[in-house]
C-alpha cells in the first residue's frame, strides 16, 4: 500500500474551504469525501509540516478500531479478579452501551465502599487530543472527582528529574522551561550553542496541545547562518541537523555531568569563571567548589578525570571551556538527559556551568531546557491564560511519582520516598486509563506484565486495538480528533485552531465526555458531571472564559461565533523577544527567583537536609547503577531508547507512514558498522537485543554516525510478546530499568540501559501487534449484552 503523505499548502493558494483540525504533530486541512478524511494538507502557514499526520488515514476506518464496548470474557464471566492472568489472551465479549455502563457503576460503588476511593487508579498519563476539551484525562479526573476522587500521579515521564530537581535550583521548572531564550535572540546574540543531548528536530514535530506553524527548523537553520557554532555532545550524530555543521563530540552515554564538570574544573583552575556572578546572583557556589576541586572527597573533577570517564579528550574539554568563556554561548540540555540513572544532576551542573561563565540573563547566553525538545521552545509567542475543561477537586491525597506504577501495583503498602516526604502506596483494585498507553512509556515490561495482573479491574478508553486495549478488562470504544468539534489552543503555541468534525464516529464510539455522561447517569451524579451543559456549550464556555481571562491582560481575541465561522486566529507576537532570566539579572533584589535564598542555589540546604545517597545537596558525577558489578562484561552495548521521527511515542504505529520506516517488519536498530561487524550482522537483517530483563527483535540499520558500543532503538513500537516474553515487535522497554532516577525525582531511567545484540537465526516469527483480539459478538437476545 503506497505511504500516505502530507500535502504541502501553497500560502497564494489557500484552501479556505477545507476544514480545519489539529493534533500535536500540527495542523491539517481535510479534504474528505464519502464520509472518509481522503487527505491532509499542511495549514498554509506551517513551513515546515510533520508528516506524522498522514498516519491516520488508513487506520482511521481500519480493523483496529474498536467498534463496540466490550469486556474481557473472564471478567464478564467470573466477576472482577477472575483469570487476571488472562489479560492480553482472553477473547472480549462485546456488550451494549446501558449494559456496560450498568457494569462500571456497580464495580465504582463495590470498590469504593469496600476499599475507599484511593483505592483507584486515575493518574491515566499520555497523550491523547489536542483539543482543549476532548482532553481525555481532564475528563476522567473530573468524572472519578464526582464520585469521591482518585490516587493519580504526579508529574511526566518526558523529565520528571527535573521537575523535583530544578524548583530546588531556580524556584519553578516549567516557568523557565516556556520561557527558555527564543531563537531569534541567539540568532543575533550567540556566538558558541552547546547542546547536551544535540537539537533534534524529529522531536521538535510535536507540540502538546497543537502547533499552528513548526518553528524549530527554521529557528535552528537562521542561528547557523548567523555564523554560530555548534557543538552536540551526543552519542547520536543525528541529534543536530547535519547542515548545521559544527562539532560533533561522542561521548559515553550517561556521561554528560562528568563532562560539566570537567569544563567547570577548567573554568575555574584557569580562572575563567565569572566570581561577580557567582557572588551576586548565587548561593553556596563555596560548597560546590569544595567538591569541584577534589577538597571535600580528594578527587579533583578535572578534565582529565572527565575524559576518562566521558571517553573525550582532556584538551578537547579544556579547549570547549576557553571557547565557551571568551564567547557568548548558550548551553543546551536535551530533555532526555533526565531520563537516565541520576537524572537530576544534568540540569543542575549545566545551570552551575552556566553560572560559572556569568552569561546568565544576557542575549544569547545562559542555559535552555532542551531546544527542540518541542516545537516550543524557543518560540517568540504571546500567552494567554486559556481556561480548560475543570477537573473539580480530588478529595484524595494518596498519589505516585508518574513512574512508579509498577512498583505500585506491586507493593501495597510500601513506603516510598519522593522529593524530601516519605509516602505509601495505595492497595490498587481498580485502574482506568484514557489517552495513554503505559505498554509504551513505561519500563521493564515484562516486570510490569507481573503488576498488571494486579488489579480486580482494568478499564481503559481507547479507539484502536493497542497493546493497552488489549490488555484490559473493559474498553470503552473513543471517537478520534477527526470525529469530534473542538478547540485547539495552548499557552505554548500562538495559533488557535478550530477543530472541525470531519466524519461520523466510527461504530458505537463516544467522545470521552459522553462515555463518562452515560456513566454517571447510570451513578445518579450526571448533573455533577454536566452540570447541565453538553459538549458544545461546555466549548462556549471554555473559549468564552478564555476570552474574559485574556481580556484582563490587555488582550482581545475575536469573539466565540466569529472564531468558528474564521477557523483560527494568531496571537499578535510579544514586543520583546524573550531572554530568560534577563529580570533577574537586571535586579535580583527587585525580581527574585522564588528559592530560599531568592537566588540561583548551587548548593541547596533543603536538598542536603533530606539526607538522600543518591542526591546529594550539589551536582555531583555519581555512576549509573547499570554499571555496577559485572554488567559491563555481559551487555556491553549501550542501547538509546529516544523518541521515534514517524509517530507520537506509539500513537498511529500502526499507520502507513510509522511502517514505512520499519525494517523487517519491526522496529530499527541503528549500529556502528564495528559493532555490526563483531557480531555478523548487515543492513536488514533481524536480530535478538536482550539482557537479563527481557528480549526483543529488531531490523539492523548499519550507521556511522553512531558512537561505537552503543545502539538506538526507538520506543514507540506495539508491544508484541511471545508466549516467552521475547517482543517480535521491536518494543525496548522490554530492556529498560525500572528503577526511579533518585530518591528525590523517581523519574524514569530508561537511558541507562545495557544489552547484547546477536543475529537471530530462526524464522522470525510473524508481527502480531496491529492484530485485534478474538472478539465475540453474542445474539442480540443474550442477557450477557443487555446486562
Not at 456549550?537 to 491582560?553: F, G, H, K
Not at 510579544?574 to 532570566?581: G, Q
Not at 529488531?698 to 516474553?725: C, L, N
Amino acid at each position: 500500500m503506497p505511504q500516505a503523505q502530507i500535502v504541502k499548502a501553497d500560502p497564494l493558494q489557500v484552501p479556505a474551504k477545507l476544514p480545519l483540525t489539529s493534533s500535536h504533530w500540527g495542523t491539517y486541512r481535510a479534504l474528505v469525501s464519502n464520509g472518509r478524511v481522503k487527505e491532509l494538507r499542511a495549514f498554509e502557514h506551517d513551513a515546515d509540516p510533520s508528516p506524522i499526520g498522514a498516519g491516520i488515514l488508513d487506520v482511521q476506518h481500519g480493523p483496529t478500531r474498536i467498534v463496540a464496548p466490550m469486556v474481557r470474557k473472564s471478567w464478564l464471566e467470573g466477576g472482577p479478579g477472575t483469570r487476571t492472568d488472562l489479560r492480553g489472551n482472553d477473547p472480549f465479549i462485546e456488550v451494549t452501551w446501558d449494559a456496560v455502563n450498568s457494569l462500571i457503576a456497580g464495580e465504582l460503588i463495590r470498590v469504593r465502599s469496600i476499599h475507599g476511593n484511593a483505592s483507584i487508579f486515575g493518574g491515566s498519563y499520555g497523550w491523547a487530543s489536542a483539543g482543549r476539551f476532548h482532553h481525555a484525562q481532564s475528563q476522567l479526573k473530573r468524572f472519578l472527582n464526582c464520585i469521591g476522587g482518585y490516587t493519580g500521579s504526579k508529574f511526566t515521564y518526558s523529565f520528571a528529574a527535573a521537575e523535583a530537581m530544578v524548583p530546588h535550583v531556580l524556584g519553578s521548572f516549567r516557568a523557565f522551561l516556556d520561557s527558555c531564550t527564543s531563537w531569534e535572540v541567539i540568532r543575533d546574540h550567540t556566538q558558541l550553542f552547546v547542546c547536551f543531548g544535540g537539537v533534534p528536530l524529529k522531536n521538535g514535530q510535536i507540540s502538546q496541545g497543537g502547533t499552528g506553524c513548526h518553528i524549530q527548523r527554521e529557528g535552528l537553520e537562521a542561528a547557523s547562518a548567523s555564523g554560530i557554532h555548534f557543538v552536540n555532545i551526543s552519542p547520536l550524530k543525528s541529534d543536530l541537523l547535519n547542515d548545521v555543521g559544527g562539532d560533533w563530540l561522542a561521548l559515553r552515554p550517561n556521561t554528560d555531568v562528568a563532562m560539566m564538570l570537567g569544563l567547570a574544573h577548567t573554568l575555574q583552575l584557569e580562572g575563567l569563571s565569572d566570581r561577580s556572578f557567582l557572588d551576586r546572583y548565587t548561593e553556596g557556589f563555596e560548597v560546590f567548589l569544595s567538591y569541584l576541586m577534589g577538597e571535600s572527597d580528594g578527587i579533583p573533577k578535572s578534565a582529565e578525570w572527565a575524559a576518562e570517564i566521558c571517553q573525550i579528550p582532556a584538551e578537547t574539554i579544556r579547549a570547549l571551556a576557553r571557547r565557551m568563556a571568551a564567547e557568548r554561548t548558550m548551553i543546551s540540555v536535551s530533555w532526555s538527559l533526565t531520563r537516565q540513572d541520576h537524572g537530576e544532576q544534568p540540569f543542575w551542573a549545566a545551570i552551575t556551568l552556566a553560572a560559572m561563565l556569568g552569561q546568565i540573563g544576557l542575549p544569547g547566553g545562559g542555559f535552555g531546557f532542551g531546544y527542540s525538545a518541542m516545537n516550543y521552545i524557543g518560540g517568540a509567542f504571546t500567552s494567554i491564560p486559556g481556561a480548560s475543561f475543570p477537573q473539580g477537586q480530588n478529595p484524595v491525597d494518596s498519589f505516585i511519582p508518574v513512574a512508579r506504577i509498577t512498583d505500585m501495583l506491586l507493593n501495597p503498602g510500601a513506603s516510598f520516598e519522593f522529593d524530601g516526604v516519605r509516602y505509601v502506596y495505595p492497595d490498587t483494585r481498580l485502574v482506568w486509563w484514557a489517552g495513554g498507553n503505559p505498554f509504551h512509556h513505561h519500563q521493564d515490561l515484562n516486570l510490569m506484565m507481573k503488576a498488571w495482573q494486579k488489579p480486580e479491574t482494568i478499564i481503559v478508553n481507547e479507539w484502536c486495538w493497542n497493546p493497552l486495549a488489549k490488555r484490559a478488562d473493559i474498553v470503552l470504544p473513543c471517537t478520534t480528533p477527526l470525529e469530534r468539534e473542538d478547540i485547539a489552543m495552548t499557552p505554548r503555541d500562538p495559533y488557535v485552531v478550530s477543530m472541525s468534525r470531519l466524519t461520523e464516529a466510527y461504530g458505537q464510539a463516544r467522545d470521552d465526555f459522553e462515555i463518562f455522561a452515560g456513566i454517571a447517569l447510570a451513578m445518579g451524579i450526571e448533573d455533577a458531571f454536566t452540570e447541565g451543559r453538553d459538549q458544545h456549550q461546555w466549548q462556549r464556555w471554555i473559549y468564552e472564559e478564555t476570552a474574559r481571562r485574556a481580556s484582563n491582560t490587555g488582550v482581545e481575541i475575536p469573539d466565540y461565533d466569529s472564531f468558528r465561522k474564521e477557523g483560527w486566529f494568531k496571537l499578535d507576537d510579544p514586543a520583546e523577544p524573550t531572554v530568560m532570566l534577563s529580570d533577574f539579572r537586571a535586579d535580583p533584589l527587585a525580581n527574585p527567583l522564588s528559592t530560599p535564598s531568592g537566588r540561583i542555589e548551587l548548593f541547596s540546604a533543603t536538598v542536603a537536609g533530606f539526607g538522600y545517597d543518591d542526591c546529594p545537596g550539589h551536582p555531583v558525577w555519581q555512576e549509573p547503577y547499570e554499571w555496577l558489578g559485572n554488567a559491563n562484561a555481559s551487555w556491553p552495548l549501550h542501547l538509546i531508547s529516544n523518541q521515534p521521527k514517524d509517530k507520537l511515542h506509539s500513537q498511529l504505529d500502526h499507520g502507513n507512514v510509522s511502517k514505512a520506516k520499519k525494517v523487517a517488519g519491526r522496529e530499527p536498530l541503528h549500529i556502528h558498522p564495528k559493532d555490526a561487524a563483531e557480531r555478523g550482522v548487515t543492513d536488514g537483517d533481524v536480530v535478538r537485543v536482550h539482557n537479563a530483563r527481557g528480549a526483543c527483535l529488531g531490523g539492523v540499520v548499519i550507521d556511522d554516525a553512531i558512537r561505537p558500543g552503543v545502539v538506538q532503538m526507538s520506543t514507540g513500537s506495539w508491544y508484541d510478546p511471545d508466549d516467552a516474553g521475547l517482543c517480535k515487535h521491536g518494543n525496548p522497554n522490554v530492556l529498560t530499568r525500572d528503577k526511579g532516577t533518585s530518591k528525590l525525582g523517581q523519574g524514569p531511567s530508561a537511558h541507562s540501559c545495557l544489552v547484547e545484540v546477536e543475529l537471530f537465526t530462526e524464522t522470525p516469527p510473524p508481527v502480531t501487534a496491529h492484530e485485534p483480539p478474538s472478539i465475540i459478538r453474542p445474539t442480540p437476545n443474550d442477557p450477557e449484552v443487555q446486562t
